[in-house]
Structures are given as structure tokens and as C-alpha cells.
């Protein structure tokens, strides 16, 4: 059984938790000194020893664990798991159903009510990502779960949490059924993506761009030359070129991108050595493309939330104005930025404030076409809006 220990939350936080707010924190707990091991259940409970809700703990950069439930004696089981991965199934059917996408979330963390896990889905495979050992505490009970509710021809996993080498002995990212193909060909949309669920920290493609992708490819791409800054294996050079792009550059930093994005063209049947792949810091293909006089019809720019490379750190919140800043120099007229954030440390109307003071900055007008947040599989409950991270604003150049 698990360690299950009370502890009494202070006063200014009793009505948040009341209110289903599913983030626990250490500042809101009177006697923290109480829990130690990861993995331990928390019964919060008011000043009057009244229970408020159960949750475990688990350390994340986002917090110390996750409330699971707002009933005293539920128990924190296979069962519990079942029904709470029947419900995210449930949510999905429309996912399940659509031949033309084969890659979805099936599990969306505190979006579906338990932070720290999520599931995602490609064409009958399972990979689940932990993203603290206290929810890893509880792999079993969920693995039976989820071997219940679904047909899977195989399960991974990732570890987004320290190991420090303890758990991990004899474990890899595959764990049941059949090992995928490598690469495996997903389908989002009628188009194909590779993807690697044994290969590092990432597969291969960010699932939560789908819409945006197919936006670029059904309405923008058309007659249109595109750059995909910070390209990554080129999933929306791969959208843009399926769109009847004229010609497609994707430019990144790392040496893996060349071959990966290669990879994604060719098995979607477009010719890689028509379209441009650029292994470089985004800024000093920038200083290039402003010297010779590139322009683009179409920029897309979808950065991580901080970079580090030789030559200079990168951070969404510092230095987006100032990226904006170089793509509105090499867009055309009347053309698009697809502009991008994952971060999560500001919201929309700071993100259309950058956008704002880029374009004032640099002496042009533009207006906004459309904008775009997290597809519905990426659930997000409204007790945490924080976790909806993503922000992408579709960007006319006017002058
Ligand atoms: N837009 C991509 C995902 C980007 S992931 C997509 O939707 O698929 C972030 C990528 O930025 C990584 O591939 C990383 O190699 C790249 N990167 C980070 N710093 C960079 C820089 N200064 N110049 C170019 N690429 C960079």
C-alpha cells in the first residue's frame, strides 16, 4: 500500500483547493515536513481537520503534486486509473474513429485529472510520459489500466524526471506487446509523419501543431515560398509543401534536422532535393537572408521556450519582440508569419503585445488573420487554465 499522509493546507489556499484546483504546492501546506517520499498520498485537509481532497506527491518544475480526487475514500488504485482513463478514452472517440489522424493525445495530464502522466496515441502504439517519479510510483496500477480499457499492439514510455540511474535498471522506453517499426509511419490529417518512440526524449513530431498545420496546408501554403524557422524534423514544411508551396527552407541548429526533415518529405512523396534544408543558428540565417535580400511569402517561427547554443541564449520571453523583428524584414508584403510560442510563462494577450511592438518597432502594419491554442485532445480543465500553453497567431504584413 502507499503511504497515505494528512496534512492541513492554510487558511488563504483552502478555497482555491475547494474549488478544484489541481496544482499542489509547498507554500500552501502548513506542515509539508510530514511528506518526504515521492509517490506518498496527500490528504488535504482544512484547519479543521475537514478533508478537502487527495492527491500524491510528485516534483515537477510546475509543482510539488497533483490533487487526484475530491473523495475521502476513494482509493488511489488500478481501478481509480481505469475509470479516469475510460473518461479520457471516452473524450477522444472522435480521434479513434478518424482514419486520416493515427496520432492523438489520449491523456492530457491535470487535464484529465491526473497531473504528472500523459498518453499519447500513434496508429495502435502507447507511449505514456511521466513527468515525476511520484507518478512513476504508480506505473503498475496505471499500466494495468490502461492494458484494460484499450487494444494496443505496444507500450513505451519517457521519463521526464531525474532517475538518477535508481529505477532504471533493466528498463527501457519499450515495456509491453510489439516493438513499433522504426520508423513508425503515422497519419495526421491524410499526410505522413515518422516516428521514433525509442530514440530519445522526443519522437519526432509535436502533436499539439496539428490544426495549425492543417491550417498552412489548406489556406496559406498555396503558390507561396515558406520558411520554417527552427524546423526541427520540418513537420510544417512538410504541411506547407503538401499545400502546393512553391518551394519550402527549414532552417535549424541541429545536425539530426537535415536527415529527419529529409525523411518526413520523402515519405510523403515530395522531392527533398526541391526543397531547402539549412543546418544553422536561426539569427545568422537571419543576418544572411537580410544581406542578399531573401524575402518569403510565408515565415513560420515556432521556438523553443529557451535555447542555449555557443554562441547565445535564447528565451521566448526576452527575445520573441526581437525574432519578430528579423522575420517582418524578410516577409513579403501582404504575406504570413505563423507566429508560435509553447511558453507557458505568459499568456495570449502578452504574446499579441510582442506582436504589437515588433511591428510598431520596426515601422509596419499587419493585421491579425487568425489565431490558434491547444487542440482539444490537449484537454485543459478551466480550474487551470495555466497548462494551456500553446499560442500560435496567424500574422498578415500589411506594409
Ligand atoms: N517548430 C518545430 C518544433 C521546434 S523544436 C515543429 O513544430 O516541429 C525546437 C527546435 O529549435 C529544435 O529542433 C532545436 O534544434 C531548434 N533550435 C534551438 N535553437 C535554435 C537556433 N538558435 N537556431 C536554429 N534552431 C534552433
Not at 493546507?9 to 475547494?18: A, G, L, N, T, V
Not at 471516452?90 to 502522466?117: H, I, Q
Not at 495570449?348 to 504589437?356: E, G, K, L, Q, S
Request: net charge positive.
Amino acid at each position: 500500500m502507499y503511504k497515505e499522509v494528512d496534512v492541513i493546507i492554510k487558511p488563504r489556499f483552502i478555497d482555491e483547493y475547494k474549488d478544484g484546483y489541481p496544482l499542489i504546492s509547498k507554500e500552501s501546506i502548513l506542515n509539508w515536513d510530514k511528506i518526504s517520499e515521492e509517490g506518498t498520498i496527500i490528504n488535504l485537509l482544512d484547519n479543521k481537520k475537514k478533508f478537502i481532497a487527495k492527491g500524491y506527491h510528485g516534483i515537477q518544475n510546475k509543482g510539488f503534486g497533483w490533487v487526484l480526487t475530491n473523495t475521502k475514500n476513494q482509493k488511489i488504485d488500478t481501478e481509480y486509473f481505469k475509470a479516469r482513463i475510460k473518461d479520457a478514452i471516452e473524450y477522444r472517440k472522435d480521434f479513434y474513429e478518424d482514419d486520416s489522424t493515427t496520432a492523438f493525445r489520449v491523456f492530457n495530464g491535470e487535464g484529465d485529472r491526473v497531473g504528472g502522466l500523459t498518453i499519447d496515441y500513434f496508429d495502435g502504439f502507447y507511449l505514456l510520459t511521466w513527468y515525476s517519479l511520484g507518478i512513476y510510483q504508480f506505473k503498475d496500477e496505471i499500466l494495468e489500466a490502461l492494458k484494460s480499457q484499450v487494444e494496443y499492439k505496444g507500450i513505451y514510455q519517457k521519463r521526464r524526471f531525474d532517475t538518477k540511474g535508481k529505477y532504471l535498471e533493466g528498463e527501457n522506453d519499450f515495456i509491453s506487446g510489439d516493438e513499433a517499426p522504426t520508423p513508425l509511419i503515422v497519419k495526421e490529417n491524410n499526410e505522413n509523419f515518422a516516428i521514433y518512440l525509442d530514440d530519445g526524449p522526443m519522437v519526432g513530431v509535436f502533436l499539439d501543431q496539428r490544426e495549425v498545420r492543417k491550417m498552412i496546408r489548406d489556406k496559406y501554403a498555396k503558390d507561396k515560398t515558406v520558411l520554417n524557422t527552427f524546423s526541427y524534423t520540418g513537420a510544417f514544411s512538410v504541411f506547407a509543401a503538401c499545400g502546393g508551396a512553391v518551394k519550402t527552407t527549414s532552417v535549424d541548429l541541429a545536425n539530426r534536422s537535415r536527415a529527419k526533415t529529409k525523411e518526413q518529405f520523402e515519405i510523403n512523396n515530395i522531392k527533398a532535393e526541391e526543397q531547402e534544408i539549412i543546418v544553422q543558428d536561426v539569427f545568422d540565417y537571419f543576418n544572411i537572408a537580410v544581406k542578399k535580400g531573401f524575402k518569403f511569402d510565408m515565415v513560420v517561427v515556432d521556438p523553443p521556450s529557451f535555447a542555449r547554443s555557443k554562441k547565445r541564449t535564447f528565451s521566448v520571453a526576452k527575445d520573441y519582440v526581437k525574432l519578430l523583428k528579423e522575420i517582418i524584414q524578410i516577409t513579403n508584403k501582404d504575406g504570413i508569419i505563423v507566429a508560435s510560442t509553447n511558453c507557458a510563462n505568459f499568456g495570449m494577450v502578452t504574446f499579441r503585445d510582442f506582436i504589437a511592438k515588433a511591428f510598431k518597432e520596426s515601422n509596419k502594419k499587419y493585421k491579425i488573420e487568425e489565431s490558434f491554442s491547444l487542440p482539444k485532445d490537449f484537454k485543459v480543465i478551466d480550474e487551470f487554465r495555466e497548462s494551456s500553453y500553446l499560442k500560435v497567431v496567424f500574422i498578415k504584413k500589411l506594409s
